[in-house]
């Protein structure tokens, strides 16, 4: 059996080993430099195609953008899907006080970003992107963007107050979150990304809080067709976070997909090189098509 972190090594390698794709346009949500979405036009078919909003992980953290999911968003183009993908402001770049890392998220600011980034996508991907169809719209993300997808499909379940509350369920065929962060208290309880969660919260003093407002699991049931793809060998954010996200969604009453994938880590997922990718174009395909 292979080692799990020299796997997990290896498969990382692999995902960042390919070069950034450029966009076919970029355009601004906002005046900060980070209020930013590329666009990528569909490579095949022809006349209107589904619109994938992308929303990049790297544990809210500022060494991490969109430039390193460029080539799923690259991939999916190729499979045929108009492509948005979301930039972020993530934390400010300064080592955590324990030093290992640099502080995950900003509060409010990701949370505003995401919100006005989504209100946003239709209009400029119909001035950017003319064959994306935003009535065939399927938000995805990966790892702590799949926890902000699954956060951006819940706004309209939000409390009460919350700024980033929407009157309606937002217009989407659906979400597909890969390898999601999407349980905050297992997540928690495994410490995934080095205290990130608590982190992206402003710290044990907010976290209880802001939970409320951010965790996915407590903005169950959303009644938008919601789809997990998980890595079994992940070590980066373990497939029991995915479990516990689906075991939580059923005690709301709501049916969550989850399809577990044997022998892969957290980075197959975004990497075209490899098989869970062109399964994550499947899951996609399902709710778009």
């Known amino acids: 059996m292979p080692d799990p972190a020299a796997r997990d090594a290896a498969e990382e390698a692999s ?21 930013l979405v590329d666009f990528y036009a569909p490579r095949t078919g022809a006349g209107r195609a589904p619109l994938v909003v992308v929303l990049h992980g790297g544990a809210w953290r500022a060494p991490y953008d969109r430039r390193h999911i460029s080539p799923f968003a690259g991939f999916l183009a190729r499979r045929g899907f ?13 080592p955590h006080q324990d030093g290992t890392a640099p502080v995950a998220g900003r509060w409010p600011e990701t949370f505003d970003d995401v919100a006005a ?9 119909a001035a950017h992107l003319p064959r994306a ?4 719209t399927v938000l995805t ?5 799949g926890q902000l997808a699954l956060w951006a499909a819940a706004r309209h379940v939000l409390p009460a107050g919350s700024p980033w509350r929407l009157p309606a369920p937002p217009a989407l065929r659906g979400v597909v979150a890969l390898a999601p962060i999407g349980h905050f208290e297992r997540a928690r309880e495994l410490d995934v990304c080095g205290g990130a969660v608590t982190q992206l919260l402003g710290g044990e003093e907010t976290y209880d809080e802001r939970a409320a407002a951010a965790d996915p699991a407590r903005l169950l049931p959303t009644g938008i067709a919601t789809a997990l793809v998980q890595g079994r060998e992940d070590v980066v954010v373990p497939a029991e976070v995915a479990d516990a996200f689906v075991e ?6 709501e049916t969550v997909g989850l399809t577990l994938l044997e022998d892969v880590g957290h980075f197959p997922l975004i990497d075209p090189a490899a098989d869970a990718c062109a399964v994550v174009a499947e899951e996609l395909a399902q709710l778009a098509f």
Do not use: C, I, N, W
């Open 133 to 136: 169809d935003p009535y065939r």
């Open 248 to 253: 939580a969604a059923a005690k709301a009453g």
């Open 82 to 94: 108009a492509v948005a993908s979301v930039e972020y402001r993530r934390g400010p770049g300064l």
């Open 15 to 35: 995902a960042f080993s390919h070069p950034a794709v450029p966009p076919d346009a970029t355009a601004a949500y906002g005046e900060h430099p980070d209020q």
């Open 117 to 125: 980034a989504l209100d946003a996508v239709p209009e400029l991907a």
């Open 141 to 145: 993300g990966h790892s702590a963007g």
